[in-house]
């Protein structure tokens, strides 16, 4: 369990996890839409990327050229 960074709801399940290199990866989905990876190394949570404070990207794809 581990609360949405944006509306700080408890959000009680990842949808998705992963190991990424050294970290395990846990993908959460909020209901407020807001979605977020947490990173975790060694048991401990390391650092989240958000979608609401653009550090996490998503269903943003980038345009080619300018
Ligand atoms: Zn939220």
């Not at 944006?6 to 970290?23: H, I, L, R, T």
């Not at 048991?43 to 080619?64: D, T």
Request: charged fraction near 25%; proline fraction near 6%.
């Amino acid at each position: 369990m581990t609360k949405c960074p944006k509306c700080n709801v408890e959000v009680p399940k990842a949808s998705k996890d992963w190991n990424y290199g050294v970290f395990h990866v846990e993908l959460y989905k909020c209901s407020c839409g807001n979605q977020f990876r947490n990173y975790f190394h060694e048991g401990k949570l390391r650092f989240i990327l958000s979608a609401h404070n653009k550090s996490l990207p998503v269903g943003r794809p980038r345009k080619k050229g300018t």
